[in-house]
DNA sequence: CGCGAGCTTGACGTTGTTCAACTAGAGTGG
DNA sequence: CCACTCTAGTTGAACAACGTCAAGCTCGCG
């Protein structure tokens, strides 16, 4: 029970990715030869799924979601912050091409390192390729207690998550300002535009957030985390 | 649209996992050596969320769950046919617990690979490594889209979904035996058992599917395809 | 023969979506 | 400086999908 009362559906831990420190100088100088940086701004399309994975991604700077699009609209897979990897799940060999596509919150700056590269680094040294074992099972991790959140707990538990998730994981401060619209955060937390406005009133008439403008301030973050966990 | 078509909600594709074959007589001899063979029957838990992860798993016959247990019940995240590798999100060094469990849906032989050994080889052998994590990538993209699946579609779609997955990758035929019972089949499509059991009638009625006891068959497959799709 | 697990059915309630209307603020051009 | 429009936000009412509950059924097994 202590166990599960912290399956939560945001993103991956606070630290940045340190992986790139296991690499030789030649190794280090290699990608480095073969990257460029590129910045996006606030709502484009980083990579797309379905296209040829042709590089792995590096978020410098930045906020992106990571998404399925089917049929039935998009799905949110995960959210990533600044300083971590991103695209890692394209070095699947079997069809390489993205399975998501990466879309950006904020002006973001990408790192694109080259596949083949990155691939050739990772046969030749196997210490990297245990760390990137590593990130990739921790971002599946992530992402399947995300899948536990959206597809087992009701509408308030799941918007309580991603309160928390943002103030706690990316902002770090329990009064933040809220760059996402309402329709994003309904996207986020598996629910519809209106359903976020009548949940967040609710969750202000309760004393339980504070809001002004775009800003929201935690005031109750007990009874939010207890929501969050059996609601 | 034509990819997002193939989106499902089921297990990762037909072939067994080959990776072995990459390693040389001594690391395949190494692991021979720290390996025990386990034979589990229907319904016990072949490894428990929240215990240390000791071992790599490898299962050599029989069909396994793998589900996340919190305050809000289960949560099937995949489920793994003979000759395929388990555990592999284990190696996540962060915190070395099972992040899950697997359970037994009929009797099952499973190898334990000492999880420190396997570790040692990975570390040894690049191209081993770079098999493994192809292996994880497949097994998470599967996981994600059955992940769009429950939280995007609607329960006809799902069924629907389930009965092809199971059907085309698991028995590999249109007529199959199902060893599942009504309320397993429920917790897969992630609905109640009633619902399960109203919907079975619809498609029956549809003259989508047959039933005799235990066995399904399947007689307008394009329509049961087109209702998983947009259903 | 009777017990129990799994299966089936119907009535009803809840959650969350859909739709339609209305408001507020930001940007634009006359 | 004021309409004008556009988008985001908000609200309420009607509705559908699905879960819950309660009851009865069936079939295998001791």
Same mark, same amino acid.
């Given at each position: 029970?202590?166990?599960?009362?912290?399956?939560?559906?945001?993103?991956?831990?606070?630290?940045?990715?340190?992986?790139?420190?296991?690499?030789?100088?030649?190794?280090?100088?290699?990608?480095?030869?073969?990257?460029?940086?590129?910045? !996006?701004?606030?709502?484009?399309?980083?990579?797309?799924? &379905?296209?040829? #994975?042709?590089?792995? *991604?590096? %978020?410098? @700077?930045?906020?992106?979601?990571?998404?399925?699009?089917g049929p039935q609209?998009?799905?949110?897979?995960?959210?990533?912050p600044e300083e971590?990897?991103?695209?890692?799940?394209?070095?699947?060999?079997?069809?390489?091409?993205?399975?998501?596509?990466?879309?950006?919150?904020?002006?973001?700056?990408?790192?694109?390192?080259?596949i083949s590269v990155?691939?050739?680094?990772?046969?030749?040294?196997?210490?990297?390729?245990?760390?990137?074992?590593?990130?990739?099972?921790?971002?599946?991790?992530?992402?399947?207690?995300? !899948?536990?959140?959206?597809?087992?707990?009701?509408?308030? &538990?799941?918007? #309580?998550?991603?309160? *928390?998730? %943002?103030? @706690?994981?990316?902002?770090?401060?329990?009064?933040?300002?809220?760059?996402?619209?309402?329709?994003?955060?309904?996207?986020?937390?598996?629910?519809?535009?209106?359903?976020?406005?009548?949940?967040?009133?609710?969750?202000?008439?309760?004393?339980?957030?504070?809001?002004?403008?775009?800003?929201?301030?935690?005031?109750?973050?007990?009874?939010?985390?207890?929501?969050?966990?059996?609601?």
């Amino acid at each position: 029970m202590t166990k599960a009362a912290r399956i939560n559906s945001c993103t991956v831990g606070l630290d940045r990715c340190t992986c790139f420190d296991l690499l030789t100088q030649e190794q280090a100088e290699l990608i480095e030869n073969n990257l460029v940086e590129v910045e !996006f701004s606030k709502g484009e399309t980083i990579c797309k799924q &379905g296209t040829f #994975a042709t590089h792995v *991604l590096y %978020l410098t @700077e930045g906020l992106v979601k990571v998404h399925i699009d089917g049929p039935q609209g998009s799905l949110i897979l995960k959210i990533i912050p600044e300083e971590h990897l991103i695209a890692l799940t394209a070095l699947f060999e079997g069809n390489s091409v993205f399975p998501f596509s990466v879309t950006a919150y904020v002006g973001s700056k990408v790192r694109l390192i080259d596949i083949s590269v990155f691939k050739k680094v990772i046969s030749e040294n196997a210490k990297f390729a245990y760390e990137i074992i590593n990130t990739i099972n921790a971002n599946a991790i992530q992402t399947f207690s995300r !899948f536990y959140c959206l597809s087992h707990k009701q509408s308030y &538990g799941r918007l #309580a998550d991603i309160i *928390l998730c %943002l103030s @706690e994981r990316i902002y770090k401060q329990q009064k933040f300002e809220l760059l996402l619209t309402r329709k994003e955060l309904a996207e986020l937390s598996g629910m519809t535009t209106e359903n976020v406005i009548r949940m967040l009133k609710k969750f202000r008439e309760d004393n339980l957030i504070e809001m002004k403008g775009k800003t929201i301030k935690i005031k109750n973050i007990e009874l939010l985390r207890k929501i969050s966990n059996y609601g």
